[in-house]
């Protein structure tokens, strides 16, 4: 995974006047978010339980995979265990993208029944108890909660005795209609653009698209109301759905999180509020929750 | 543009509950952002110059217009508006697109010469002075900035008396190489994921991208270091760029901007901060400098 935020004109350019500097001058090499996550040991990294993952096949091949919540979302989060393991999913699509918003998947026409284990009015899971909560804070202001920090290496917001997951790029929530209903677990979204913070403590959030926004966020956007597809022929078929727990052994996917717990997630905090790389000028001094979020190996390259 | 932020299950049924509730209990509609902009005068609507309008025709027929910033960046848009006056965009290529991060557009291989009348090596145009400059700013804290607001339609950070455009979702930057080098324009980047606000005061941001973010940020991501398209037939040909000022009438867009000093635009933001749609069950009471970006009128719709 690459972090660097360098903009090359020609990468071959900068490349001969790295090793160059290098060679002439036997500066040391800075430490950035980078180098930081080179020297991380083995065990700073961590596998989640199958059981926590959920796995998309999307028609095609791509793939998506769901790190769980249920620290959050316990009732909606079993929800979206049973109906994985009645193949509830397999056969839906996703149905809408809204460009620096959502894209969003399920039964685009609400007629598949739901199986009868489902609960099918889950309480409002938007927020829970701070307190007994796992938290490793920022030491940065937010605009929107009194403290944020990670959790379980997902991104919380806290104020008053209560804690949320944020909505940061490739958060995953549950899709409702107007309150009071909450959703199912049926209809789900994952954010594709500016961190729609709004929704904070409005939504049952689930999880974290560990693998696949490549894809997700790449996907056309539908041109009609909302984003959907104005034509169902637009629209990617799910294949499969799956907790990577019930996939054979050899189709489970092997991406891991960089522990926020760990002396590495410490000091690549540190690193990225204040970028010691040659391209920086000023550094910020700060770094904001949507950007915190734990490294994963084993994943397709992402932004800064 | 609809900036509704539902998740709907099924839009006939939210359609047929919105009915029934307005027709059986008669409750006034709450004001919201999308009604806000419904009932805008026509005068708080802002047809941006043609002189600082850069229209980017892809191969394949989409186009993308940028918004420049003379305010800014005065000599890197200057030599935007020369390098496209004497069509040397014309033929480039759109090289990378790294996933949550940006999309990368210019001279992938570094050959082409650059016209004599290009400044070669900019000053650093990464602030400048926040005296006199127009600023309407946001009541909300900020992690990385004093104080955040607009100014010309465009996002802004202040600190010490210095100004600065924020790395929002479709700002547009100089690409450059290590410092002290700033970039000439020929290299031009797009912001599409997750603000990356560390890049705030290290590079020159010359606009904001006002048509065409829903084309830019759905290209398949690059594969390569840094998200490069690896090979490069993978490339999106770029057939012409032009200021609007440069094309004929019929070929002009047509966007406009809520005005960042109406009171339309005044509403837009309190009602953003403060949902009172009937599908929000908490209200944020803030909003970010990157959700705060005045709505267009006449381009693709965009998230909430």
Redesign the interface.
């Known amino acids: 995974m ?1 972090l ?8 071959a ?2 490349s001969a ?1 790295a090793m160059t500097a290098t060679t002439s001058a036997a500066a040391p090499e800075p430490v950035t978010p980078s180098s930081i996550l080179a020297a991380a040991p083995a065990d700073d990294w961590m596998a989640i339980n199958p059981h926590d993952l959920l796995v998309i096949d999307l028609a095609g091949g791509g793939r998506v995979v769901i790190q769980l919540a249920d620290v959050f979302a316990p009732v909606h989060v079993a929800n979206m265990r049973k109906l994985a393991a009645a193949h509830w999913y397999d056969g839906l699509a996703i149905e809408r ?6 894209v ?1 998947w ?2 685009p ?2 007629k598949k029944p739901l199986p009868g284990e489902i609960v099918k009015a889950p309480p ?1 899971e ?1 927020d829970r108890a701070a307190g007994g909560l796992a938290f490793t804070p920022l030491p ?5 909660a009194k403290a944020v920090g990670l959790s379980g290496g997902l991104p919380v917001g806290e104020a008053d005795g209560r804690a949320w997951l944020t909505h ?3 958060m995953v ?1 549950v ?5 009071p209903d909450t ?1 199912t677990g ?2 789900l ?1 994952a954010v ?12 049952a959030v689930v999880g974290r698209v560990l693998v696949g ?2 894809i997700l ?5 539908g ?1 009609a ?4 597809y104005a034509d169902p022929k637009q629209r990617l078929a799910i294949a499969r759905v799956r907790l990577a727990s019930d996939l054979p052994p050899t189709e489970q996917p092997h991406a891991q999180v960089l522990r926020d717990t760990s002396a590495t997630f410490a000091a690549w905090i540190q690193a ?2 204040n ?1 010691q790389d ?11 929750i ?2 915190a979020l734990p490294p994963i190996k084993g994943a ?5």
Chains 1, 2 share one sequence.
Not at 5 to 11: D, E, I, W, Y
Not at 97 to 102: I, L, R
Not at 192 to 203: C, E, F, K, S
């Open positions: 690459n660097t935020p360098r903009f090359a004109r020609l990468l350019t900068i006047a993208v809204q460009d620096n918003y959502v969003q399920g039964d026409d609400g409002a938007y940065y202001p937010d605009t929107f940061c790029y490739g929530g899709g409702r209609d107007l309150n959703g049926a209809e979204y594709i653009g500016t961190p729609p913070r709004a929704l904070d403590r409005n939504i926004m490549d966020a790449a996907l056309p956007r041109t109301e909302m984003g959907f990225k509020a970028r040659t391209f920086f000028v000023r550094p910020a001094g700060a770094l904001d949507c950007n397709a390259r992402v932004g800064m």
